[in-house]
């Protein structure tokens, strides 16, 4: 049993790295939505697989919250925002895809490599778990960072997001979890409901690092 | 009377987690602006008052919350500074208000997020429990950026969005650092809620496993070090404070700089109480050394009054994570010194500058002229403040900056070239701008108006009484703090 729980453990944690990665090679704002509402599908399954493992009833809430929020709430609301102001239907990329694949694959490597090391003690679970957790983590913030486009940015921080939540859940007895998680969705419900309430639809289109720099030269 | 002070004593901890709490409530629902300034105002001087009270009694930590030597200081100097910024804040947005931009729905929503504000910060400061202390700082993180984008124009909305993506980003970093600080608890002090409790962590620190705690400080130091703005995560910062309104950048210059800065000294004396653990004394000495270099350098191409005291603070940021980075007792005295006096003297700026802003109608530097002939009082009070804060004696600053390089030359020697070179170069620029912009014949229009003048004082008395006289018990908390911090 105890063997068969790792195993799934890992099967789930390991598909979330595999979805990052898939997120990365997108080229269409809404092929992104639809990959990442099935990340948050799959970090709900973990989640609750980590609850029924663990015995930890509270995180079957953690689970309920990804899924609701970040699998079907803000996937929608992102859909009928790109549609209703009008944003450019493709990611604009600051490398081409090839490369960006490469970094995260050495992302991934290096997020192995190093937490694997790093806690020779802990429990083999907790581990690689951990691994995964900061795999995902750092793809998230290569996703944020070769974006243009602040939809993209918005989908590239939540994915980051969901690596810290695995990370979360993986740590056994840890207080707070659903609290983080309903901390951290707010935060981001925040500013999507804020963007679209500010309308910003010409900022979106041109809030890139190109404009980001003019910011700075033009104010001095 | 002594029952009230009794009562309030009592109750201190409670009361400054409640009166702006209760207070940001109540402030959504008022519709006039001149009762809200006044709540505003009056409800930041009852936290102080209770805040104050600690002097008299200190309760003993609980499971979530804590007063001791580190940040006893700061919870005062917090809400100081929380008080007098809401007075410089109620004349600032007069102004606003009367010139059309801002209107009164919106001050209703800036009212009850400063005071939300000064709750986040107070609980971050106040947190004994990791990952409540992280809460605290995610909420202070998205109350600011919701107030920098206020004025809806298109260089806010971008800095506000730029701050938004940097500081969560850096959130997020130090939440994975949270997460390892609690793996690395768990095997010694068992699951739970135990394994995230400041007072716990600290009494077994040496027996946390050094490599995971090591690991663990370098996220929190990336992901707290944004929020700080040390160079090269400094990027959110320059904008924020340029386009946001002044009292935001006193508010953000001030405290929440220092109030990250203090969650990183409180990992850092967790890694100082483990012997296997590194010393995180070169990363913080090298990022501290970076930021005062680049910002240095960067003060003499600014264009924009409030860019340029906007990379000052990165640059005392810099000075400070690199006295905590050198270590040794006479180094840690002298950054927690320093941000003491950093957070009174640029927020005094701030004031000043704020309605230097508002009088000339611009914050360029080119239009900006003889101000001690055209507003002697604001004019003469900036004079003061850049005075103090490129470190000139008597004032506070130029006795921690001392203390940093005497330091400095003592336990690396080599280190005080740089250092030194790097004050100087940021002692030029200030002294350049403020000659162009303090003296000479005024230019431009100027409108009159109503500004305060007390908050500006009241910090910039207290600092030059600082750099003269210390009081002993200040005195004591941080030789004490500065001890164990290595």
């Given amino acids: ?33 639809n990959v990442f509402a099935f990340q948050a599908v799959v970090l709900a399954l973990s989640v609750s697989w980590q609850a029924y493992v663990q015995g930890a009833p509270h995180l079957y809430l953690t689970a309920a919250i990804a899924l609701i929020v970040k699998a079907i709430v803000i996937p929608v609301a992102l859909h009928r925002m790109i549609r209703r102001l009008g944003i450019h239907r493709e990611v604009e990329t600051a490398l081409n895809v090839g490369t960006t694949m490469l970094a995260g694959l050495a992302l991934v490597a290096l997020s192995i490599v190093v937490v694997l090391r790093v806690t020779a003690d802990a429990g083999t679970l907790a581990r690689e778990d951990l691994a995964f957790a900061l795999s995902v983590v750092l793809l998230g913030l290569l996703m944020m960072v070769t974006r243009r486009n602040a939809v993209s940015q918005v989908v590239g921080f939540m994915s980051l ?4 939540i695995l990370a979360a859940t993986g740590a056994k007895g840890m207080p707070f979890v659903v609290e983080i998680s309903v901390a951290f969705s707010v935060l981001v419900a925040f500013i999507v409901i804020g963007i679209f309430l500010f309308r910003i639809r010409e900022r979106f289109d041109t809030v890139d690092l190109q404009a980001l720099d003019d910011l700075r030269e033009r104010r001095g | 009377m002594s029952e009230v002070i009794d009562w309030i004593a009592a109750n201190n901890v409670a009361l400054i987690l409640a009166i702006p709490f209760a207070t940001s409530l109540l402030l959504l629902c008022l519709p006039g602006y001149r009762l809200s300034a006044r709540l505003n105002a009056g409800s930041a001087f009852l936290t102080l008052l209770a805040a104050l009270s600690l002097f008299i009694h200190k309760p003993a930590p609980g499971s979530y919350l804590l007063v001791d030597d580190l940040n006893i200081v700061f919870i005062v100097l917090n809400t100081l500074v929380g008080f007098t910024t809401s007075v410089f804040s109620a004349s600032y947005i007069a102004h606003e208000l009367e010139i059309g931009r801002l209107t009164t729905v919106q001050l209703r929503f800036y009212h009850a997020m400063y005071q939300i504000l000064l709750f986040a910060m107070n609980l971050a400061l106040l947190a004994n429990n990791i990952g409540l202390m992280w809460v605290a700082i995610e909420l202070a993180t998205l109350t600011t950026v919701l107030m920098v984008g206020i004025y809806q124009t298109h260089e806010a909305l971008e800095a506000a969005w730029k701050y938004f993506i940097l500081g969560s980003v850096g959130i997020a970093l130090a939440l994975f650092g949270t997460i390892l600080v609690y793996m690395a608890a768990r095997p010694v002090v068992g699951e739970g809620p135990d394994g995230m409790i400041w007072t716990v962590l600290i009494g077994h620190a040496a027996a946390l496993d050094p490599a995971l705690l090591n690991l663990a400080f370098v996220f929190l130091l990336l992901g707290y070090g944004t929020k700080v703005g040390l160079a090269p995560l400094h990027a959110w910062l320059p904008d924020a404070h340029a386009e946001g309104p002044t009292p935001i950048s006193a508010v953000l210059s001030g405290l929440l700089l220092n109030v990250a800065l203090h969650a990183v000294l409180r990992f850092k004396l967790l890694l100082a109480a483990n012997p296997g653990a590194i010393a995180p004394g070169p990363l913080m000495a090298t990022m501290g050394l970076v930021s005062l270099i680049f910002a240095g350098f960067m003060l003499y191409r600014r264009r924009d009054i409030k860019r340029l005291f906007a990379y000052s603070s990165i640059e005392h940021m810099g000075i400070i994570a690199f006295a905590f980075g050198i270590g040794g007792p006479l180094a840690n005295f002298a950054g927690l010194l320093h941000m003491t006096m950093h957070s009174l ?27 001690t002939v055209s507003h002697p009082l604001l004019g003469w009070g900036l004079v003061a403040g850049v005075v103090a804060i490129a470190g000139m004696p008597p004032f506070g600053i130029f006795m921690s900056e001392f203390l940093v390089v005497s330091s400095t030359f003592a336990r690396q020697p080599l280190l005080a070239i740089p250092l030194v070179i790097g004050l100087l170069v940021a002692f030029g620029a200030l002294m350049l701008r403020l000659q162009g912009v303090a003296f000479g014949e005024p230019s431009g229009h100027s409108e009159p108006v109503k500004a305060s003048y007390l908050p500006l004082a009241t910090h910039l008395m207290l600092v030059l009484i600082a750099g003269i006289y210390l009081p002993p018990p200040l005195v004591a908390w941080f030789q004490h703090v500065a001890r164990l911090l290595h």
């Fill in chain 1, 1 to 33: 049993m105890d063997k068969f729980a790792f195993d799934i453990a890992h099967f789930l944690a390991g598909s979330l790295v595999l979805v990052s990665l898939l997120l990365l090679y997108q080229d269409r704002l809404s092929a992104l939505l």
């Fill in chain 2, 345 to 371: 003297t640029k927020s005094a700026i701030f004031f000043a500058v704020g309605h230097i802003a508002q009088a000339k109608g611009t914050q360029k530097l080119a239009d900006l002229r003889g101000l």
């Fill in chain 1, 161 to 164: 997001e969901n690596g810290l």
